[in-house]
């Protein structure tokens, strides 16, 4: 699976989360493509990228700055 996910940085949070199946992988990255040419017209300087995992749960865990906030990344242990 791919993850199409926009974040803004500023506000914390994340503004788009879009799923593909495999078979998608170029729909996923002409959506990105549009999206990024979208916030460059708009002036908006958000993160954009496409993740590939094996489902929302393994990109949330592989991810977890987009999905948590300061507080909840602190408690993680130090490996």
Known sequence: MFFLIE???SQGRIVTFRKFAD???EKAQDDR???ELDLH???LA???G???AVSGEAVRRMHRRYFEDLAELAKL???
């Open 46 to 48: 958000h993160e954009v």
């Open 23 to 25: 078979s998608e992988r």
């Open 77 to 79: 242990p130090v490996l």
């Open 41 to 43: 017209r708009l002036g």
């Open 7 to 9: 974040y803004n940085w």
């Open 33 to 35: 493509l549009e999206l």
């Open 50 to 52: 496409i993740l590939e």
